[in-house]
């Protein structure tokens, strides 16, 4: 219930113009975003990779309404690859297809994308394509294929809470793409996605053992060493991260073919410790200043920061 009123709120306007009036809205959203620029946000890396944590980098935005601000998201993605390159930072990047326009047009998506991941080539990363409303979903695998026609630094996301997932995981992770699993952050009907945490829960521990066998059996990338394994399991939750391990010592599979990976200012300890444990672990690491939708589907991920947030909101 409370999960749904946030998520609602996220695609509300006229929310967003009331909540992000508040000087303390960002305050709180600053904990799990890196900042408004990219300097700030490349000093963040420089602190996580000093702690042996990678990094994905998110310039935040979603559902742009107009070309020029889409062509605007993939000027600023090509801006921060080349200040990763710069700065040696160790950091890929992550990208909404609906931030590239792809409500607009999908062949215009699709060039604004391709000028991004021929740039993370030139710098030598990777690119990887969230994974956002079912609206999206099947354009969004789409536009992966064809860009992994001429780009194997491409992979994607996929969402446990979707029946569709297994099918889609047995097909992309089967032909080579990497593929991140995650349990699905959007407010999606019954008929697409399980209603229960439970089923959602029990979806990912058995997508998560067949990504991590296929990354087990996969020739390695081409780009191995540089570009992140096939498998990523992203999730905050110690259940799911136990069944992984569990699963990778029963099957003594090797570390280099996958890796954790969690958002920015969600569970610290839990990332460095799997980081001092010898794992390979990546934050996703948000900047800019479109960071309202982000931030309440973190609070509908977490009654705790919800309360946290009302409560001090009407505290000032
Ligand atoms: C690296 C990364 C990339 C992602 N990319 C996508 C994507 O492309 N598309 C998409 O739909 N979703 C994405 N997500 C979000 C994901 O789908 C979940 O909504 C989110 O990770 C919460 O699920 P969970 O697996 O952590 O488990 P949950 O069952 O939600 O949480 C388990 C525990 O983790 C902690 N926790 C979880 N979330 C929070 C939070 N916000 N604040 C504080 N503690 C928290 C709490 O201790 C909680 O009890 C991504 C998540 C990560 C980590």
Not at 73 to 95: D, F, M, P, T, W
Not at 215 to 231: F, I, K, M, Q, V
Not at 244 to 250: G, V
């Amino acid at each position: 219930m409370l999960r749904d009123s946030f998520l609602f709120l996220s695609r509300a306007g006229w929310a967003q113009t009331a909540i992000t009036r508040f000087p303390l809205a960002w305050q709180m959203a600053s904990r799990f975003v890196a900042g408004e620029t990219i300097d700030a946000a490349i000093a963040v890396i420089r602190a996580l990779n000093a702690k042996g944590l990678d990094v994905t980098l998110d310039f935040l935005g979603e559902s742009m309404t107009n070309e020029a601000e889409a062509t605007h998201a993939a000027n600023e993605y090509v801006c921060a690859l080349e200040q990763i390159a710069a700065s040696g930072v160790r950091s890929n990047v992550s990208i909404k297809l609906t931030q590239f326009g792809l409500d607009l047009d999908y062949d215009f998506c699709l060039r604004n994308v391709r000028r991004v991941a021929e740039k993370a080539r030139a710098v030598g990363t990777f690119l990887r394509v969230d994974m956002e409303g079912t609206p999206h979903t099947d354009r969004t695998l789409q536009l992966v294929r064809d860009l992994r026609q001429d780009f194997d630094n491409v992979g994607t996301v996929l969402q446990a809470y979707l029946y569709r997932a297994e099918q889609d995981l047995i097909e992309l992770a089967g032909n080579g793409t990497r593929i991140r699993l995650c349990k699905g952050a959007y407010q999606e009907p019954p008929d697409k996605a399980f209603p229960l945490k439970a089923d959602v829960d029990a979806n990912y521990v058995k997508l998560a053992k067949i990504l991590l066998d296929l990354a087990h059996s996969a020739a390695p990338a081409d780009d191995a060493g540089r570009g992140p394994p096939l498998a990523a399991l992203a999730t905050h939750d110690e259940q799911m991260i136990t069944a992984a391990k569990t699963h990778i010592a029963e099957k003594s599979i090797p570390r280099d073919r996958f890796e954790f990976q969690m958002l920015y200012g969600v569970r610290r300890d839990l990332q460095e410790q799997l980081a001092r444990e010898g794992f390979a672990v990546r934050a996703y690491v948000p900047y800019g200043t479109h960071w309202y939708p982000y931030f309440m589907r973190r609070l509908a991920e977490r009654p705790a920061n919800v309360w946290f947030f009302v409560s001090n909101l009407f505290k000032r």
